[in-house]
């Protein structure tokens, strides 16, 4: 049986990685417990949007998608 902690992000789908950056920049990603705005990133996530870079720039940093949610990561979370 799964159990669901409110608050923490859970564990990623496979081949997909995720992380947490901070929330006044969105370039630094921080550590485990902090919260910031999660960040995904694999083969199934969007390029960019459809002839909109202005956009695209706005969510997407170096293959990260910034979802606009805010989370914290804990130590659960990461795959050994």
Not at 8 to 32: H, M
Request: aromatic content about 4%.
């Amino acid at each position: 049986m799964k159990t669901v902690k409110v608050g923490s992000i859970g564990l990623p789908l496979p081949n997909t990685d995720s992380c947490i950056f901070d929330l006044e920049t969105n370039t630094k990603k921080l550590k485990i417990g902090e919260t910031g705005e999660l960040a995904v990133k694999g083969p199934q996530i969007m390029r960019g949007y459809w002839r909109n870079p202005d956009e695209t720039n706005l969510v997407l940093h170096d293959g990260w998608l910034l979802t606009g949610d805010i989370a914290r990561m804990d130590r659960q979370a990461i795959s050994t």
